[in-house]
């Protein structure tokens, strides 16, 4: 075999191989146009979106859900969060307001346990503070407790 011969084998191979690694990992369209229209798409074991599509990606109006406890209801533009939208974390926070190209972005508010924790602004998806606000908050922009507070209550 001449050296072109082994170089076009060795690339179709490479072809192959990527092009394997997408089919096994790449979702499924369960039911209607998850191309260019509305429709169900999974991928096993990892997530599911129902909603509106555009070039094969998440556009429009959807709900996503991964099952690892994430989902999210609400507005989509090329595949990313963006507009109005909620957000349910597998803690059960929840953040409800606008996205930015994935990113919690304008206002928005964040509920832990039934209670508004911060309702504000937000830019490049952490929560604006207050001037003067001091407190830390953990990625999802939930306060932190106190350190060293003592949480037994007489």
Not at 33 to 61: L, M, P, S, T
Request: proline content about 4%.
């Amino acid at each position: 075999m001449g050296k072109h011969t082994i170089a076009i084998l060795v690339s179709l191979s490479a072809a192959a191989i990527i092009m394997g690694s997408y089919y096994f990992s790449s979702p499924d369209c369960i039911s209607g146009d998850c191309e260019n229209g509305c429709g169900v798409q999974e991928q096993a074991k990892k997530f599911r979106y129902e909603g509106c599509f555009r070039n094969g990606k998440a556009h429009g109006e959807g709900v996503f859900t991964s099952t690892n406890g994430h989902s999210y209801t609400g507005s989509f533009d090329n595949g990313m969060k963006h507009g109005t939208g909620t957000y349910r974390y597998p803690d059960g926070v929840v953040y409800e307001g606008l996205w930015v190209n994935n990113k919690r972005e304008g206002r928005g508010k964040l509920i832990k346990d039934g209670v508004v924790v911060f309702d504000g602004d937000w830019r490049d998806d952490a929560p604006i503070k207050a001037p003067g606000e001091d407190t830390a908050r953990d990625s999802t922009g939930v306060p932190n407790q106190d350190k060293g507070k003592d949480d037994k209550q007489p």
